[in-house]
């Protein structure tokens, strides 16, 4: 499963990649970027997670995502605040699996 | 219990407010335009950080930071302060090729064909026969008194191109053609029309936008650098961010125009001689990261770090590092500060002290103005020397920010603190 985050600046979700990788099976690859760059990295994705400081931006994700048949959505506020890697999978896998 | 449930509401009445105006404005920042505008601007930011370095380098030789110069690079200071003039100098030029290009790539248009035709459109729009009559042209106009012109020029001109390539008025050559031949074709007929555009204003009309424009438009751009447009920047930006909403993602397209022009002209300014309290702008490319940040998140890490209510002393221990790197998403949502109705008072409050003082602070020429770019993620002390040119009193500032955000927090964390160990004992209860 390829899971990519987009947040402002791809460096706050940056840091949750790390947490999540625990969490990870095998042959999973996490990663963050900015949002600005969305269209040209969100190719070959599984799942796209949106920082919650740019949930305004989830329809302009919507958009770039839908066409693909990408399930998008934004981090919960709790898991990305407290960094916890387990829960964020844990949200990839269940809007992966429930696409 | 009744208190918590009113605070709650209040939250919720709070974040419906800020969604009204935020609704729109992150509609705003969705467009195509805006986008192009905030990548074109972000794609700048390493060239610029090369003119700072070259710029600081060439000023530390030259002595004109306060300290000795360097012998042996002093009589080179040209040669340094060159690659300065070459990036921020020509920042109007920049911005207009990575602007042509982040438009066409919403445009889904060809972003190469779009890079030639704005730097050709930048030029068309600059210069006439008369000015290149010598042979030579004035590189001032690749300046910073030429962005805004070039931004919405180039932004009309790519508009221009992809409307003509979506109605698909080019030259079509049949299907047996080879693509890449086919190719080459269908941009003439925009291209020629763009550019005969520019030339008719330019060269057959003598209308030199530029100048016209920015004779109306300087007086008013310039003035908006004022310690009233300043504050309430930084204060709506602590007012969205309570809400754990990204307001500098929301704003940049409007405001980084502005404060990047301010920058280059500080940079020029500063080369040309004038004292660094003397600079034309205040509101520079990068001041708030670092004069803000000391009033509005490091109080509350001190505080964290030594408190004594549940769980606090672990999440200042997790933000600590992020927080001096100027990351401050995990303590705005992991503490949190968002949307916690005991902490959003007093951030709002130093975000909106820090930033008056720092601008009164440079308004009253205790502090340098800022003249370089530094990575916006690096240590605020070090981003202040960067920025400043090694002005010392740019730390004090940082201090007395930090001492103010302290003060500021001190009663409300107070009754955070309270409110936490009231609910660890409830649910201890409980249990």
């Known amino acids: ?99 | 219990m009744g208190n918590t449930a009113e605070k709650k509401n209040f939250m919720d009445i709070f974040v419906d407010k800020i969604m009204i105006i935020a609704e729109p404005m992150g509609r705003l920042s969705s467009i195509p335009i805006m986008k192009a505008i905030q990548s074109g601007f972000s794609a700048n930011m390493s060239l610029i950080l090369v003119g700072s370095i070259f710029l600081i380098i060439g000023s530390l030789a030259n002595g004109n930071l306060g300290l000795p110069p360097i012998a042996f690079l002093a009589p080179h200071v040209a040669k340094f302060t060159l690659i300065n003039k070459m990036t921020m100098g020509f920042l109007a030029l920049y911005v207009a090729i990575a602007m042509a290009i982040a438009y066409a790539k919403e445009k889904d248009v060809s972003e190469i064909s779009a890079a030639l035709l704005g730097c050709c459109v930048f030029f068309v729009i600059n210069f006439n026969e008369e000015d290149l009559a010598e042979g030579v042209i004035d590189i001032n106009r690749f300046g910073a008194s030429s962005v805004f012109i070039s931004m919405v020029v180039i932004l009309v001109a790519i508009k221009i191109f992809s409307y003509f390539i979506e109605r698909k008025l080019t030259i079509k050559l049949p299907d047996a053609v080879p693509a890449n031949i086919a190719n080459a074709f269908i941009s003439l007929i925009p291209y020629l029309a763009v550019v005969s555009l520019a030339w008719l204003v330019r060269t057959v009309m003598n209308i030199d936008l530029v100048t016209v424009v920015n004779a109306v438009l300087n007086p008013i751009l310039q003035s908006v650098d004022n310690i009233g447009f300043y504050t309430l920047d930084r204060t709506l930006s602590g007012v969205f961010w309570s809400a754990g909403l990204h307001y500098e993602n929301m704003t940049s397209g409007i405001v980084r125009p502005f404060t990047t022009q301010w920058l280059a002209e500080n940079a020029a300014a500063m080369e040309a001689g004038v004292a660094l309290t003397d600079l034309p702008h205040i509101y520079t490319q990068g001041v708030n990261i670092w004069s803000n940040r000391p009033c509005f998140a490091y109080p509350i890490l001190l505080l964290a770090l030594f408190s004594k209510a549940p769980g606090m002393k672990a999440v200042g221990r997790a933000c600590l590092i992020p927080v001096m790197f100027c990351i401050c998403e995990p303590l705005m949502f992991g503490l949190p500060v968002v949307m916690n109705p005991f902490l959003i008072i007093p951030y709002i409050l130093t975000c909106c002290m820090g930033s008056v003082v720092t601008y009164t602070a440079m308004s009253l020429k205790l502090v340098n103005r800022c003249f370089a770019s530094s990575p916006w993620a690096a240590p605020c002390s070090l981003s202040a020397l960067i920025q400043t040119g090694g002005d010392w009193r740019a730390l004090v500032l940082i201090v007395i920010n930090f001492a103010i955000g302290c003060i500021i927090y001190y009663p409300f964390w107070k009754a955070f603190e309270k409110s936490l160990i009231k609910k660890e004992a409830k649910t201890a209860e409980q249990s």
């Open chain 1, 1 to 99: 499963m390829k899971i990519t985050l987009f947040c402002n600046a791809g460096l706050s979700t940056g840091m949750l990649v790390g947490r999540m990788q625990k969490s990870a099976a095998p042959g999973d690859e996490i990663a963050a970027y900015e949002f600005s760059c969305i269209k040209d990295m969100v190719k070959g994705s599984d799942v796209v997670l949106l920082g919650p400081q740019i949930r305004f931006k989830l329809k302009d994700a919507k958009a770039v995502c839908d066409p693909l048949g990408i399930p998008c959505d934004i981090i919960s506020m709790v898991a990305y605040g407290r960094a916890d890697g387990e829960a964020a999978y844990k949200q990839a896998k269940e809007l992966y699996e429930n696409k």
